[in-house]
């Protein structure tokens, strides 16, 4: 089955900067890959998700590119505010959908 | 538009006992996927049900079962509760199966074995 696999664990950064989190998966033939944010006590919210057709999608502040030869994704988060604070999980799906181990963003002000 | 709820909230149990938890979707989805959380082991999915049929089921014990009724509400039980069996259950919601469109997550049942 699919696996995916997410870095880095923990990511500390600076109110205004960028952050990226890299994710990389097993199964060539997965198609959809979704971003997700899960603030404490919550369920996951998706953020921005891709299909394999396409290689780069933006929305405001956040994009996500996709390198299918590689099979890796990212998320790149551009202009970081403090709310941005929260674990984001990374999924890759063909038949079902398998998360990365998610990655805990903390944003100082 | 209501969001995905799930119940209940919070739940205790003892080893050896049994649990029903419960998921309702937005209004009009016909896909429900179970996903068990752990600090240890992440997110892993359990089943995926479809116009009340189950599609995909990942690799758990058959002590983990679902189903889906007619109007789309689902209930996931897990017999003979283990120790390890501790996690946040969260179910998702989508209008086509996972994968096909957006799946919106309720907020999950913490379930606590002792």
């Known amino acids: 089955g699919e696996n995916v696999e997410q870095h880095p664990s923990t990511l500390s950064v600076q109110e205004g900067d960028s952050a990226v989190i890299k994710c990389t998966y097993s199964d060539s033939a997965s198609n959809y890959f979704p971003w997700y944010k899960q603030e404490l006590g919550k369920g996951p919210q998706l953020i921005i998700d891709?299909?394999?057709?396409?290689g780069e999608k933006k929305d405001q502040r956040i994009a996500v590119t996709l390198n299918k030869t590689a099979k890796h994704f990212s998320l790149h988060i551009t202009e970081t505010q403090p709310e941005d604070s929260a674990v984001y999980f990374c999924?890759?799906?063909?038949?079902?959908?398998?998360f990365g181990a998610g990655t805990r963003l903390t944003v100082k002000p | 538009k209501a969001g995905v709820t799930q119940t209940p909230r919070y739940l205790i149990k003892t080893r050896g006992q049994q649990v029903t938890l419960s998921c309702s979707p937005i209004?009009?989805?016909?896909?429900v996927s179970w996903y068990q959380q752990t600090p240890g082991q992440g997110l892993q999915f359990l089943f995926e049900?479809?116009?009340?049929?189950?599609?995909n089921k990942g690799n758990f014990p058959g002590r983990f079962s679902g189903r889906q009724f007619s109007n789309s509400r689902s209930e996931m039980n897990v017999s003979t509760l283990e120790l390890g069996d501790s996690a946040l259950y969260l179910c998702?919601?989508?209008?086509?199966?996972?994968?096909?469109?957006?799946?919106?997550f309720g907020p999950g049942t913490r379930l606590t074995v002792l």
């Open positions: 999924a890759a799906s063909l038949n079902d959908m398998r």
């Open positions: 891709i299909r394999s057709n396409v």
């Open positions: 998702a919601s989508s209008l086509f199966l996972a994968g096909e469109a957006e799946q919106f």
């Open positions: 209004s009009g989805h016909r896909s």
């Open positions: 049900y479809f116009s009340e049929t189950q599609r």
